[in-house]
Antibody, heavy 122, light 107 residues
Framework: QVQLQESGPGLVKPSQTLSLTCTVS??????????WTWVRQPAGKELEWIGR???????NYNPSLKSRLTISVDTSKNQFSLNLTSVTAADTAIYYC??????????????WGKGTTVTVSS | DVQLTQFPSSLSASVGDRVTITCRAS??????LNWYQQKPGEAPKLLIF???SLQSGVPSRFNGGGSGTDFTLTITNLQPEDFATYYC?????????FGRGTKVEIK
């Protein structure tokens, strides 16, 4: 059974960098056929796709975040990570990692982590 | 980017009712449309992928359809555990987007 678990600081100061890691168990990131994805959700608001990475390192980013965003993968640890620089209060949200299964160009997020709350505040 | 408009934004229904949620794309996305259910305090859960394919383990009372720009999610015989927020999501573009959600509440 595939499980994803987010980890990282729950509180980040404005202008600093938000760093989160998603640890995958029950499946190998290197097995292929999946993108590994980050999605966030401010309290009471809708879901926002942040970006995703393939095990090869190929990435797709939300254009509105691209200038501040880096998603990386560590296949030896079966983890992928998110770094978001120059954060503001608008980056306060629940951050989810998810497995994005891709079959013949159709992608769907079939496994999700429980989410981790990140607050940006001094 | 592909914008998704969901309506209604909320609805009230009773157990046993049939409800339909609509998702309209700003351009044709073929059948690259998925549906998720989210309950308070939980992560989203995949219900439907590729417009109409039921994810394993999801009850058959959930039905998706549509192609191009107009899509629907229909829940027949609404059950107490179905009261939640539902999101559509497109994967036609490499810039993935979600709809703003439809909250299904108990009447």
């Amino acid at each position: 059974q595939v499980q994803l678990q987010e980890s990282g600081p729950g509180l980040v100061k404005p202008s600093q960098t938000l760093s989160l890691t998603c640890t995958v168990s029950g499946d190998s990131i290197s097995s292929g056929g999946y993108y590994w994805t980050w999605v966030r959700q401010p309290a009471g608001k809708e879901l926002e796709w942040i970006g995703r990475i393939y095990f090869s390192g190929n990435t797709n980013y939300n254009p509105s975040l691209k200038s501040r965003l880096t998603i990386s993968v560590d296949t030896s640890k079966n983890q992928f990570s998110l770094n978001l620089t120059s954060v503001t209060a608008a980056d306060t949200a629940i951050y989810y990692c998810a497995r994005d299964r891709v079959v013949a160009a159709l992608g769907y997020m079939d496994v999700w982590g429980k989410g981790t709350t990140v607050t940006v505040s001094s | 980017d592909v914008q998704l408009t969901q309506f209604p934004s909320s609805l009230s229904a009773s157990v046993g009712d049939r409800v339909t949620i609509t998702c309209r794309a700003s351009q044709s996305i073929s059948r690259y449309l998925n549906w998720y259910q989210q309950k308070p305090g939980e992560a989203p859960k995949l219900l439907i992928f590729g417009s109409s394919s039921l994810q394993s383990g999801v009850p058959s009372r959930f039905n998706g359809g549509g192609s191009g720009t107009d899509f629907t999610l229909t829940i027949t015989n609404l059950q107490p555990e179905d009261f939640a927020t539902y999101y559509c999501q497109q994967c036609f573009s490499t810039f993935i987007t979600f709809g703003r959600g439809t909250k299904v509440e108990i009447k």
